[in-house]
């Protein structure tokens, strides 16, 4: 079965700084990866996926992220944190080969962006 | 108005009552899907749907049961609440031409 590790729990960074935040996949087939951000008392918004392609999926709010087959990662990055990125990161993963097969979620990512 | 909305957002009951939530969605999806968070855990999938005629068990059915009434209505029951079903559960949706999953504001359960 398939699934997805954060390995921070909590991820802090000034504005204006680079932001990274990891995550790394188990599929036996090919993976479709999401990123996904909850605010405080909000649901799940969508940010990005990867399909195929381009291993550079750039998705909302300016956030970017790199799938990387070789080390079955796909970090989820920004150039410039903002105060208002503060939220809980989550990383899914479902694996193509079985689409009946459910999708994973990591256990998330707190970052705290401070001014 | 809210593409998906989950009724109530919040609800106390006690150990052994019958709790229904719902979920209805005007995205006109084929998929719906329900969750659990818990700190530490992140989402578990409880239960999900493909169509109307559809019902999965996902990771964390045990103690759930669920009712596909409609396309656009998927209902999550607890038939005897227990504390350690204390958690905040969401409704999720999504279309069979693409895996992107939608999600409600979720509803916060506490179970005494």
């Known amino acids: 079965a398939q699934s997805v590790a954060q390995p921070e729990d909590q991820v802090n960074v000034a504005e204006g700084n680079p932001l990274t935040v990891k995550c790394t996949y188990s599929?036996?087939?090919?993976?479709?990866l999401f990123w996904y951000v909850q605010y405080p008392n909000r649901g799940l918004q969508f940010l990005l996926k990867y399909i195929t392609g381009d291993n550079l999926v750039k998705g909302s709010y300016g956030f970017e992220a790199e799938f990387n087959k070789s080390q079955t990662s796909f970090h989820l990055k920004k150039p410039s944190a903002l105060v208002s990125d503060s939220a809980l990161y989550f990383c899914a993963v479902r694996d193509h080969e079985h689409p009946s097969n459910d999708m994973r979620f990591g256990a998330g990512t707190r970052l705290t962006v401070k001014p | 108005d809210a593409d998906v909305t989950q009724t109530p957002r919040n609800r106390i009951t006690k150990t052994g009552k019958r709790i229904m939530l719902e979920c209805s969605q005007t995205k006109g999806h084929d998929r719906m899907y329900w969750y659990r968070q818990d700190p530490g855990l992140g989402l578990r999938l409880i239960y999900y749907s493909f169509d109307v005629k559809d019902i999965n068990k996902g990771e964390i059915s045990d103690g759930y049961s669920v009712s596909r009434q409609a396309q656009a209505k998927f209902s999550l029951s607890l038939e005897s609440a227990i504390p350690n079903q204390t958690a905040l559960y969401f409704c999720?949706?999504?279309?069979?031409?693409?895996?992107?999953?939608?999600f409600g504001p979720g509803t916060r359960l506490t179970v005494l």
């Open positions: 599929v036996s087939g090919n993976p479709y």
């Open positions: 999720a949706t999504s279309d069979y031409r693409e895996d992107t999953q939608y």
